[in-house]
């Protein structure tokens, strides 16, 4: 996606009114983002890469309810229309407040951070369980793990890039998930983050003060979303993994318990998220050919490898 600055620009004047801007872009996937920067105020501006409108304003939806709960959610900037979206060139964008903290992957972790990002996970969970949202018919989307089938016809493409060894690991989740997906079928859903790792979520201290980027916001697996948050969190220092999930979790349960059913099938949902990552970024060759990425399929390879040998049911402490 190709976003001038003569595009921005001109967006954020028509729009906003805002004419002596400054802009740094930051990182993203499919979304390009940005740090805008005004002589009074700093914004951050979110441009859609992969969303048609209906699923841009169901995630500004998300974010909005989030606000008025109190979660530490950015505000949306209204535009002079009164939208909470406007176009940059032919894509669909938001303008937000700029958050303070840093972010989880620079911050030391330790199991008292790790019990707060659990808490706020599940109290998201308590507040969306009860809302009705709009829109029946969701986009089809490989990083939604109910829609995992995506990711089986997309590793077909890239099965030979593996090593042998991570061959046999996907392989094998991909055989698990074919023999318990009627089970994962029957697991409640409501709408979830979906992207809860430590990049999306800034800290002050030992507080959780910004959940960013909703853009992948799903309504999907309450414990897909539990999964996706242990899998990039949790395993970045695999000495301290069972610690680190057992203290997510406890904080996670304070709010919003998790079923047997959940429990039981949380270590393949884990690795299901892991091979998502994996197979996704595989398709990029580009950005894999120039370093981007790679971090994450060391980290996810490592997840399966743990995984393939140890369960994480005894983790869950009361």
């Known amino acids: 996606m190709n976003v001038t600055d003569t595009e921005i620009k001109e967006a954020l004047f028509r729009d906003f009114g805002m004419e002596d801007v400054t802009f740094v872009p930051l990182s993203g996937y499919y979304d390009k983002n940005f740090k805008v920067t005004t002589p009074k105020e700093t914004f ?16 500004l ?13 950015a505000r949306l900037i209204k535009t002079k229309r009164d939208a909470s979206y406007f176009v940059v060139g032919d894509k669909s964008a938001s303008l937000q407040e700029f958050l303070p903290g840093i972010p989880v992957a620079e911050a030391p972790h330790d199991v008292e951070l790790m019990e707060e990002l659990g808490q706020v996970l599940g109290r998201m969970h308590r507040l969306i369980s009860r809302q009705e949202f709009k829109g029946e018919s969701w986009k089809k989307y490989p990083w939604d793990l109910s829609q995992f089938e995506l990711v ?10 593996f090593p042998k060894q991570t061959v046999v690991l996907i392989d094998n989740v991909f055989a698990e998930w074919t023999k318990s997906s009627d089970i994962l079928s029957m697991m409640r859903k409501g709408v979830v983050h979906n992207d809860y790792h430590a990049w999306n979520i800034l800290v002050s201290g030992k507080k959780v003060s910004a959940i960013t980027d909703f853009g992948d916001a799903m309504y999907s ?9 242990l899998a990039h969190l949790c395993f970045e220092e695999l000495n301290s993994t069972d610690v680190f999930v057992g203290h997510f979790l ?14 039981s099938n949380l270590p393949l949902l884990i690795q299901m998220r892991a091979v998502t990552a ?7 060759s580009q950005k894999l050919a120039h370093g981007m990425y790679t971090d994450i399929v060391r980290l996810q390879t490592g997840v399966l490898e743990f995984l393939a040998k140890k369960s994480l049911t005894h983790l869950f402490i009361k």
Not at 61 to 73: H, I, K, L, T
Not at 221 to 229: C, L, R
Not at 278 to 284: G, N, Q, S
């Open 44 to 59: 951050f501006l979110k441009v859609y890469g992969f969303d048609a409108l209906p699923f841009v304003l169901f995630q």
């Open 61 to 73: 939806d998300v974010m909005e309810r989030c606000v008025q709960a109190g979660f530490p959610v």
């Open 152 to 161: 089986s016809g997309d590793y077909t493409q890239v099965r030979d890039s």
């Open 221 to 229: 697996w309450y414990a897909g979303d539990v999964a996706i948050a």
């Open 250 to 263: 406890r904080g996670y349960e304070r709010e919003f318990v998790l079923d047997d059913m959940e429990k």
């Open 278 to 284: 994996m197979v996704e970024i595989a398709l990029d």
